[in-house]
């Protein structure tokens, strides 16, 4: 079992690699999606990565209880989350506040940590830019951050991916 947490800048190519390892494994696959389709813009981006899943993989779209997504899936089965990113936003929105959103991240990562099965889980890196001007901004990005480390510290291997490239954290 190997459970990797993918890091980096939006389009670094994180959801490709997590993709390739799901590929890889030959194991059955699972894809929890977080992004929920509230523009159109949105809803195109998940229309093609539903597309471009092979057809055997098996999608569970689930903006906050990624838990009881993981949970129901089968123990020799490759999950790859996609991603951190929109499922903090989606708890922010939900108005959960950061202890209850840490709990749900120290939840899942346990869970993934004690699977049999690997995973890869996708995560932006959004504190290396500039301190936000207004207070959700700020909290967002410290959030996110903070929920990152959680998903790091149970991971296997940690993997900054920028330009398609990566760096394993040590």
């Known amino acids: 079992m190997t459970y990797s947490l993918l890091v980096g800048g939006a389009r670094s190519g994180k959801s490709a ?11 059955p696959v699972v894809v ?15 229309a093609l990565h539903r597309h471009a899943r092979p ?5 569970i779209e689930e903006p906050t209880d990624v838990a009881a997504a993981i949970a129901e899936v089968a123990a ?4 790859v989350l996609d991603c951190l990113t929109l499922w903090v ?12 959103v840490l709990r749900r991240a120290r939840e899942v990562a ?3 940590a004690d699977r049999s099965g690997s995973a890869a889980v996708v995560s932006n890196e ?6 936000p001007v207004n207070d959700l901004a700020r909290r967002y990005r410290d959030l996110l ?5 959680e998903f790091a510290a149970r991971a296997d291997r940690t993997l900054l991916v920028v330009a398609g490239r990566t760096l394993e954290l040590r």
């Open 17 to 27: 690699l997590a993709e390739r390892m799901a590929t890889e494994s030959g194991a």
């Open 32 to 46: 929890v999606a977080t992004a929920v389709p509230e523009d159109a813009e949105m809803a195109a981006r998940i």
């Open 55 to 59: 057809a055997s993989w098996r999608t």
């Open 76 to 79: 020799d089965t490759f999950v």
């Open 89 to 100: 936003s989606n708890l922010v929105a939900a108005e959960l506040d950061d202890v209850a």
């Open 110 to 112: 346990g869970l993934l």
């Open 126 to 131: 959004v504190g290396s830019g500039i301190v």
């Open 145 to 149: 951050g903070r929920v990152n480390i």
